[in-house]
Nanobody, 114 residues
Framework: VQLVESGGGLVQAGGSLRLSCAAS????????MGWYRQAPGKQRELVAA???????NYADSVKGRFTISRDNAKNTVYLQMNSLKPDDTAVYYC?????????WGQGTQVTVSS
């Protein structure tokens, strides 16, 4: 499975961005897809995930601000990020879990200025 992220960029605090992750194959076959992020000097952390059944899960730090969704017809998963904070600055990676194998995209930079 190949994953291509897009939608990152520079935004002021309080602003919004929408990240997209396009998969090379039908996401019906993918158990779960998620967004992770890694800030400089920190470990990669889960931001949000969505299962094939549509169940979602969010990190406490983004609950109420971020929304993960999927468009099965376009084999794409989205991350809508609102009320962005400087602490959200990181490289955001898309992940797909197929049985027990995880696949990663190349990452997209999100920078939130104060």
């Amino acid at each position: 499975v190949q994953l291509v992220e897009s939608g990152g960029g520079l935004v002021q605090a309080g602003g919004s961005l929408r990240l997209s992750c396009a998969a090379s194959e039908s996401i019906f076959s993918i158990n779960a897809m998620g967004w992770y992020r890694q800030a400089p000097g920190k470990q990669r952390e889960l931001v949000a995930a969505i299962t094939s059944g549509g169940t979602t899960n969010y990190a406490d730090s983004v609950k109420g601000r971020f929304t993960i969704s999927r468009d099965n017809a376009k084999n794409t998963v989205y991350l809508q990020m609102n009320s962005l904070k400087p602490d959200d600055t990181a490289v955001y990676y898309c992940n797909a879990l197929v049985t027990v194998i995880g696949y990663w995209g190349q990452g997209t930079q999100v920078t939130v200025s104060s």
